[in-house]
């Protein structure tokens, strides 16, 4: 892990300015205000890399609630559909 991913992962709401101002303190004669575009896509990709992640394992941890909850989402859309069939 990089220490930018660090910093995002222990701070997720970072903006890509303020990781490029925090990179210009460390280290001001390699980074500049010209750079921001390049960090910007360094923390999408980063937000990226972290969102399938979460998918990949955030979907496994949540099978066992959704197979829990079918019924009541099947129960929910025969509601619905009958209401739809209310004329006013």
């Given at each position: 892990?990089?220490?930018i991913e660090a910093w ?81």
């Amino acid at each position: 892990m990089t220490e930018i991913e660090a910093w995002l992962l222990a701070e997720p709401h970072l903006s890509a300015a303020e990781v490029l101002a925090r990179l210009t303190a460390k280290a001001p004669a390699t980074f500049t205000s010209n750079q921001l575009r390049t960090v910007q896509r360094l923390v999408r990709t980063s937000r990226r890399k972290a969102a399938l992640q979460f998918l990949d394992n955030g979907v496994a941890a949540l099978a066992p609630m959704t197979s829990a909850l079918l019924p009541f989402v099947h129960a929910s859309r025969s509601v619905a559909a009958v209401a739809g069939n209310i004329v006013p």
